[in-house]
Nanobody
Framework: QAQLVESGGGSVQAGGSLRLSCKISRYFAGANCIGWFRQPPGKEREGVAALATFSGSSYYADSVKGRFTISRDNAKNTAYLQMDSLKPQDTGTYYC????????????????????????WGQGTQVTVSS
């Protein structure tokens, strides 16, 4: 079992930046994926970014490419989502998640698209971008 705890959400004006953090309660050996998902108001949850921990490869939804960066600090067992050039359509609740035995594009991509399950979820943190 593991707990994922997000922090760093808040309100920002369009064009601003935020950095979300996801503290993971334990270390997982092997190939896993850490990801960020979001749920805009009144819409379904969508994948934003994923990081394959074994290879270091990262994957992004088209809507955030070039603006968001996912990273990880192994020593702190913490993942981050740096969000720059924020837009009002980035508003939503952001969730950190982990998928075990995930290490390639063929595993991360369906996970981001919501067609494969996560093993662990955080409780979410709210991001509001005003125009």
């Amino acid at each position: 079992q593991a707990q994922l705890v997000e922090s760093g959400g808040g309100s920002v004006q369009a064009g601003g930046s935020l950095r979300l953090s996801c503290k993971i309660s334990r270390y997982f050996a092997g190939a896993n994926c850490i990801g960020w998902f979001r749920q805009p108001p009144g819409k379904e949850r969508e994948g934003v970014a994923a990081l394959a921990t074994f290879s270091g490869s990262s994957y992004y939804a088209d809507s955030v490419k070039g603006r968001f960066t996912i990273s990880r600090d192994n020593a702190k067992n913490t993942a981050y989502l740096q969000m720059d050039s924020l837009k009002p359509q980035d508003t939503g609740t952001y969730y950190c998640a982990m998928k075990r035995y995930c290490g390639s594009y063929d595993e991360a991509s369906p996970w981001l698209k919501g067609t494969s399950e996560s093993d662990y979820w955080g409780q979410g943190t709210q991001v509001t971008v005003s125009s």
